[in-house]
T-cell receptor
Framework: NAGVTQTPKFQVLKTGQSMTLQCAQDMNHEYMSWYRQDPGMGLRLIHYSVGAGITDQGEVPNGYNVSRSTTEDFPLRLLSAAPSQTSVYFCASSYLPGTGMGEQYFGPGTRLTVT | AQKITQTQPGMFVQEKEAVTLDCTYDTSDPSYGLFWYKQPSSGEMIFLIY??????QNATEGRYSLNFQKARKSANLVISASQLGDSAMYFC?????????????FGKGTKLTVNP
């Protein structure tokens, strides 16, 4: 199993550009989520999904879109990049809590810089 | 109000000693889960230990144990016999919500340094 994979590992964008961060998992997990990690802030939830076709907002959703067309993939789209979106982005997946403890498996992260 | 509070930005411990990392949480949901994750300098997030709100006993995983005091809403991580490789950021997290609205909320973390 590859677990949770994220691409790219590093990305530099100019203000106003758009891009998609890719996330895929091969563990057949229903639950997938995106977090951003900023210094001194811990991880903050951006969007999450409990299954294909179902997404919902987390704590800091503004400026980001998601979709979940398959169980395996959960891309995060930045619509118009801003310097405030400079961060490390983590994708995570898990079984739904009702089927176990629901511990999340994290991808390696994408370090995004917006200039 | 913060849902997860980690009051120790940094902690130091001597190798082979035990250390406790504090975590308090705030929820009105009777069903929730508490997690601890380790983030070494390489950046990956590593799951350490889990405690469910209905679990009667404190969780243990090897050198990690969770001191769960439900009435005080605390879930402290105890690392016994610290090793140099335990130096890392440690995050406490809480899963709350049910029926498709489950969310994981993280604290701001504690940086643990193990001295030789």
């Amino acid at each position: 199993n590859a677990g949770v994979t994220q691409t790219p590992k590093f990305q530099v964008l100019k203000t106003g550009q758009s891009m998609t961060l890719q996330c895929a998992q091969d563990m057949n997990h229903e639950y997938m989520s995106w977090y951003r990690q900023d210094p001194g802030m811990g991880l903050r939830l951006i969007h999450y999904s409990v299954g294909a076709g179902i997404t919902d907002q987390g704590e800091v959703p503004n400026g980001y879109n998601v979709s979940r067309s398959t169980t395996e993939d959960f891309p995060l789209r930045l619509l118009s990049a801003a310097p405030s979106q400079t961060s490390v982005y983590f994708c995570a997946s898990s079984y739904l809590p009702g089927t176990g403890m629901g511990e999340q498996y994290f991808g390696p992260g994408t370090r995004l810089t917006v200039t | 109000a913060q849902k997860i509070t980690q009051t120790q930005p940094g902690m130091f411990v001597q190798e082979k000693e035990a250390v406790t990392l504090d975590c308090t949480y705030d929820t009105s949901d009777p069903s929730y889960g508490l997690f601890w994750y380790k983030q070494p300098s390489s950046g990956e997030m590593i799951f350490l230990i889990y405690q469910g709100s209905y679990d009667q006993q404190n969780a243990t995983e090897g050198r990690y144990s969770l001191n769960f005091q439900k009435a005080r809403k605390s879930a402290n991580l105890v690392i016994s016999a610290s090793q140099l490789g335990d130096s890392a950021m440690y995050f406490c997290a809480m899963r709350e919500g049910q029926g498709g609205s489950e969310k994981l909320v993280f604290g701001k973390g504690t940086k643990l340094t193990v001295n030789p």
